[in-house]
């Protein structure tokens, strides 16, 4: 008999974010189904109940299955039919088998029956439960996305015809998933991450029959601007590998066709690795898709580094610790050697030979590693850093920028890009982000904020001074910028300007296919290949007649078209080590440049060797490596699965009744401002309407919020966000977060952070709102008045943030526009005749109010925020002070309260002014 789904009720496909969740879901929810219907039967109207929901839980999950090789068609179909003649011990064996194979991983490890004696057990272990040397000798496991309509008996072939070309010495173990059509396949690599590379066979359909909202998003991924209706048939498989390259770029696809070597000459075919004419070549087919995936695989400088651990050594060099001989032979320090193994001592040199190679001046295994990153990520050239990106960043300013060249940078960005404008001698202007004074943050540089600061300067005949323009992305809070608009727009005011993106927070936003559009090296590659289109050509000779004799006003309002003949100049600073796999300092210089060759190499590279140790940390290097292996490989799955535990972190706040009594999880509403959001949407996640279309947002609106940064306002708890970070989080539960505001916290989910993880800190949250409930519900009045006290201070009586205010008439070239030589004004502090000391107190206040002008001769740098309030030379305003002496945080750099403010005497600037 057939079971019928009518009677059961799942919970909405609408509340889960994404498809991996619903089917991980859905499996958990069968097995728990299964095995209520072998424990109480299918009789009776208990039994009809489970039936209807295993049903139910079948149709819910066969449109998912189509796209993934395990447990596959058959199998799938055969549990079904299980369900059918209600075989209901059989269906509970074969479920509880296939739903603990999906979350422990064995599937990889070991083929799965549905059914299987008593010997060979029940337990799949954890695939991070087994010993890591175990996992190593492995063979890693992979799915191939074939694209062809094939009946069952064709497919039945083709599968077999694979599986007889493995050979026992094959370094990696594949399953193949066959879907019918072009959007099937673009739906399965957007939803099944195992699948590693993509065979395009000539009978494949256009459009999919699988109507399941939740995996119709993953087309909308693929951007509206792609018109596929009007193709013909024989073109459906080189445009499939046009379009896997472009939102999976790093799969391998390949191409089987009937048509000629001449025709398929000429047609874009994205990353096709290979293209087999009509030829059932199996076993070449078979060896070239191992050879890719071994092609992202290797890893040269940490495959290096693990045989010159083996070899024998003698060492008549630095470092007692090579070997770990100075470990071993002691006495005290055994407890070390202990701790860590002997292979990172083994592998700890100052060597340069014998296989390994030199970071100064890479020529073997380290310079492959590099190009290897440089492919992953997409830039031109990559380099490696072993002391984070604060030094990438100088590194970059200090190889572009010149003595008394113009920099327009993000105020409240990095202090690393402060001090290396100090070190470049650059004359700075400063651009301000929109303020969040409700939250004591500052948000990001308006677009229109740039144009204005550049037609200025431009207007003042000073354009040709401008070097670079210098910004964040994503910030510390998660906002992110346009990369692609704010660079066509300037490089239409000044067609080879240089770009700073730094992505310290953004390394992982790569392997995201809606992420990647707003990172730096994919906006330079677009606009590369844009800029000599005829297309674009023929746009920008027609806005140019619209334009001619236009005002300023003009200008700022019309989205700018860069000139053909453009310089696409972008660098973009990354700390692997915060978002990726990597030891701690592991950074990488990302750089896409048309004339790096030929106007900044040598300087690049006086500017590395200044700022790299001649001593690197190997273990560094090689953990940039693995980690860029990692993130060619399976670095799509972990940041899905790390957006989806934010994205759960979002939808618990926004629905736990306890949790909104003194939380807040801010959304894109609260930290972007209505006119930089194009799309209108407020948040993520709304309680009645459900998600909302995360690509739609992202690929129109100005800045858009990176959702896997979290901020939480805690001001509802009476504690400020130190305190709630420090004495709750930290010393309480043993939750560790890294920035804060006078009322927020931050939590950021990375692809390390566990669905265990989320979960723990809701439940730390709900009871963190239990014990305040209790607290309240036995307060006094007085106590009561008390936390209302505290609360109204931390929401309602918060200092407003200052802007820039300017540099000093001393450190600035002209009065007519804002730059200033903050050089100068940093090596004039040296001298302390030229410094003094002011308190903080109503006096000065008064006399800064009255129109005196101090004027600020270090960084100060309070924490939080954690960026410059006052450089060197600038003029501090009342709103600067007022702000300063509102600041209840514990550190501030660059002030001393023994001391007071440090400021230029009035004759040190006099000095200076002449």
């Not at 087309?219 to 080189?238: I, K, T």
């Not at 004359?427 to 969040?436: A, E, I, K, W």
């Not at 590369?528 to 300023?552: C, M, N, V, W």
């Not at 989080?729 to 931050?746: A, E, F, H, P, W």
């Amino acid at each position: 008999m057939n079971v019928q789904a009518s009677e059961a009720k799942l919970p909405s496909v609408g509340e889960y974010y994404s498809a991996t969740q619903l089917r991980a879901d859905r499996w958990s929810s069968l097995r728990e189904c299964a095995e209520a219907l072998s424990r109480h039967g299918a009789e009776g109207r208990q039994g009809k109940k489970l039936l209807a929901e295993a049903a139910a839980l079948f149709d819910a999950l066969e449109p998912i299955e189509l796209y993934w090789a395990f447990p596959g068609a058959a199998a799938f179909a055969q549990m079904r039919r299980m369900l059918d003649h209600n075989n209901i011990d059989d269906l509970s064996h074969a479920v509880r088998r296939v739903a603990r194979a999906l979350t422990s991983g064995a599937y990889r490890r070991r083929t799965i029956q549905l059914i299987s004696d008593d010997s060979e057990g029940e337990d799949f272990e954890d695939e991070s439960s087994i010993a890591i040397e175990a996992r190593a000798l492995g063979r890693p496991y992979f799915e191939v996305m074939i694209v062809d309509r094939l009946n069952e008996h064709q497919e039945r072939w083709l599968r077999a015809s694979l599986q007889r070309m493995r050979r026992p010495e094959d370094p990696f173990i594949y399953e193949p998933v066959v879907v019918p059509s072009l959007e099937d396949a673009l739906m399965g690599i957007l939803f099944n991450h195992n699948v590693q590379a993509v065979v395009v066979r000539p009978g494949l359909t256009l459009k999919s029959q699988n109507e399941l909202a939740v995996l119709q998003q993953y087309l909308n991924r693929v951007g509206e601007e792609e018109d596929v209706d009007g193709l013909e048939p024989s073109d459906y498989g080189p445009e499939a590998c046009r379009l896997i390259a472009k939102v999976r770029p790093e799969l391998d696809a390949y191409l089987v066709t009937d048509r000629s070597a001449e025709d398929i000459a000429g047609l874009d075919l994205g990353r096709c690795r290979r293209v087999f004419y009509n030829q059932e070549d199996f076993l070449e087919l078979h060896l070239n898709i191992l050879r890719g995936v071994n092609r992202r695989y290797k890893t040269p400088f940490f495959n290096a580094l693990k045989e010159y651990s083996k070899q024998p050594t003698g060492v008549f060099h630095a470092m007692p610790i090579s070997r770990g001989k100075s470990i071993s032979r002691s006495h005290w320090i055994q407890d070390m050697g202990a701790f860590y193994g002997p292979n990172i001592f083994l592998a700890e040199t100052s060597a340069t030979s014998g296989g390994l190679d030199s970071l100064l001046e890479p020529r073997g295994p380290i310079k492959e590693a590099q190009e290897l990153a440089a492919r992953a990520f997409g830039s031109k050239q990559t380099f490696f850093a072993t002391n984070g990106t604060s030094t990438c960043n100088k590194i970059v300013v200090q190889g572009l920028v010149r003595p008394g060249d113009i920099v327009l940078v993000d105020r409240d960005c990095h202090k690393s890009h402060h001090y290396g404008m100090v070190l470049a001698g650059a004359n700075v202007v400063y651009m301000d982000s929109y303020p969040l004074h409700e939250y004591s943050m500052y948000g990001a540089v308006p677009l229109k904020e740039i144009k204005h600061t550049l037609l200025n300067l431009k207007k003042a005949g000073k354009l040709d001074k401008v070097r670079m323009v210098l910004l964040t992305n994503c910030t510390f809070d998660g906002l992110v910028y346009n990369v692609e608009r704010v660079m066509e727009e300037c490089l239409a005011i000044k067609k080879d300007l240089v770009f700073l993106w730094d992505e310290a927070w953004f390394a992982f936003a790569r392997f995201g296919p809606t992420y990647r559009a707003r990172t730096a090296m994919n906006a330079a590659n677009v606009l590369r290949e844009r800029l000599r289109s005829p297309e674009h050509i023929a746009a920008y000779e027609a806005q140019q007649k619209e334009l001619e004799g236009a005002d300023e006003k003009k200008l700022m309002e019309t989205r700018l078209l860069p000139p053909p003949d453009s310089r696409v100049r972008a660098y973009a600073t990354q700390s692997t080590h915060k978002t990726l796999t990597s030891l701690r300092q592991g950074s990488m210089i990302h750089v896409n440049d048309q004339d790096f060759k030929g106007e900044v190499e040598q300087a690049f590279h006086e500017a590395y060797m200044t700022h790299t140790s001649t001593s690197p940390n190997y273990q560094i290097i090689a953990s940039l490596d693995v980690g860029r292996r990692q993130v060619e490989l399976e670095g799509f799955e972990f940041v899905q699965r790390q957006v989806e535990s934010a994205m759960a972190i979002r939808r618990a706040v926004a629905t736990h009744p306890l949790l909104q009594k003194y939380f807040k999880v801010l959304t894109a509403g609260d930290m972007i401002p209505e006119e930089y959001r194009e799309s209108g949407v407020e948040s993520y996640y709304d309680p009645k309407q459900g998600w909302s279309d995360i690509w739609d947002i992202w690929s129109r609106d100005e800045f858009v919020l990176d959702p896997t940064r979290v901020t939480l306002a805690v001001g509802g708890t009476g504690w400020d966000g130190d305190t709630f970070k420090t004495r709750i989080l930290m010393d309480k539960y043993g939750i560790q977060i890294n920035k804060t505001s006078r009322n927020t916290v931050l939590f950021m989910t990375n692809i390390g952070t566990t669905r265990s993880s989320v979960a723990y800190l809701i439940e730390v949250l709900v009871e963190i709102a239990k014990d305040l409930d209790d607290l309240l519900d036995d307060a006094s009045k007085m106590e009561r008045r008390s936390f209302e006290n505290r609360v109204a201070s931390l929401v309602e009586q918060v200092p407003p943030l200052p802007d820039f205010s300017r540099f000093h008439d001393a450190f600035r070239a002209g009065k007519d526009t804002p730059e200033g030589d903050i050089r100068r004004a940093f090596f004039l502090s040296y001298d302390e005749e030229n410094c003094d000391y002011f308190n903080l107190d109503d006096e000065l206040q008064a006399r800064v109010a009255s129109g005196e002008e101090l004027v600020s001769a270090s960084f100060i740098i309070p924490y939080p925020p954690g960026f410059p309030i006052l450089v060197p030379g600038q003029v501090i305003s009342p709103e600067i002070l007022a702000f300063m002496r509102a600041l209840d945080v514990s550190e501030i750099h660059g002030y001393r309260p023994d001391l007071g403010l440090r400021v230029f005497t009035k004759n040190a600037l006099k000095r200076k002014a002449k």
